[in-house]
C-alpha cells in the first residue's frame, strides 16, 4: 500500500550543486504536484501536472525544473541550489475528474543547502 | 490575489476541551475547501467541503462551510494529546490546484 513515495528523505547540497528529488506513486493518479513548506508556512506550490508529457508552473517555480515521462514519476530537478531554497519539499498526486478530489502526500524530502 | 488565512496561528488547549479552528478565504473559481492534518510528516486528510451549511463529521472532528461569508471552521471536541498537530485548510480554485493557509498549530496538554 506504498502510495506516494518520495526519495530521498533528508539531504544536504552545498550552495550550486544540483539534484533530483524523485516522487513516484502507484495510485494511477494523472494529477500530480510539488509543494515547499518553509518553516511555519503553509504550503507553497512549485510545478504541477496534469498528465504525462504535460506540465505547468505554480506560485514558486524559480530555481526548479520537472518533468512528466510517466503517469507514475514526477521528479523535481534543482540545477544550481541556493540557500533560499533549504525546506521541506512535499510531492502530491490526485486522480483525474472533474468532481474535487483530495490529494495524497508523501512523506516528504528535507533539504538543507549550506 | 487567491488567498487563504487561517486563525488562530497557535493553540494550546488541555486535554478534553473543544477547540474551533477558523480558516478564511478569497478565492476566485472557488471549487472546495479542504482540511488536512499534519503531524511530523505528510499532511493527511480531513475533510473535503463544497456545499455550505452540510456539516461533516468524523468521530470527533466535525467541519462546515459557508460560502457566503467565505469561511469554514474545524471542530475538534474532547481534545486528546493525539489531536496535536497543524492543521492546514487549502482551497481549491480549478484544475486541481490548491491554495494552503498557514496552518494553526495545536497542542494538547495531557
Known amino acids: 500500500n506504498a502510495g506516494v513515495t518520495q526519495t530521498p528523505k533528508f539531504r544536504i547540497l552545498k550552495i550550486g550543486q544540483s539534484m533530483t528529488l524523485q516522487c513516484a506513486q502507484d495510485m494511477n493518479h494523472n494529477y500530480m504536484y510539488w509543494y515547499r513548506q518553509d518553516p511555519g508556512m503553509g504550503l507553497k506550490l512549485i510545478y504541477y501536472?496534469?498528465?504525462?508529457?504535460?506540465?505547468d508552473k505554480g506560485e514558486v517555480p524559480n530555481g526548479y525544473n520537472v518533468s512528466r515521462s510517466t503517469t507514475e514519476d514526477f521528479p523535481l530537478r534543482l540545477e544550481l541550489a541556493a540557500p533560499s531554497q533549504t525546506s521541506v519539499y512535499f510531492c502530491?498526486?490526485?486522480?483525474?475528474?472533474?468532481?474535487?478530489?483530495?490529494?495524497?502526500f508523501g512523506d516528504g524530502t528535507r533539504l538543507s543547502i549550506l | 490575489e487567491d488567498k487563504v488565512v487561517q486563525s488562530p496561528l497557535s493553540l494550546v488547549v488541555h486535554e478534553g476541551d473543544t477547540v474551533t479552528l477558523n480558516c478564511s478565504y478569497e478565492v476566485t473559481n472557488f471549487r472546495s475547501l479542504l482540511w488536512y492534518k499534519q503531524e511530523k510528516k505528510a499532511p493527511t486528510f480531513l475533510f473535503m467541503l463544497t456545499s455550505s451549511g452540510i456539516e461533516k463529521k468524523s468521530g470527533r472532528l466535525s467541519s462546515i462551510l459557508d460560502k457566503k461569508e467565505l469561511f469554514s471552521i474545524l471542530n475538534i471536541t474532547a481534545t486528546q494529546t493525539g489531536d496535536s498537530a497543524v492543521y492546514l485548510c487549502a482551497a481549491n480554485f480549478g484544475n486541481e490546484k490548491l491554495t494552503f493557509g498557514t496552518g494553526t498549530r495545536l497542542t494538547i496538554i495531557p
Open positions: 501536472s496534469v498528465g504525462a508529457g504535460i506540465t
Open positions: 502530491a498526486s490526485s486522480p483525474r475528474g472533474r468532481n474535487n478530489q483530495p490529494q495524497h
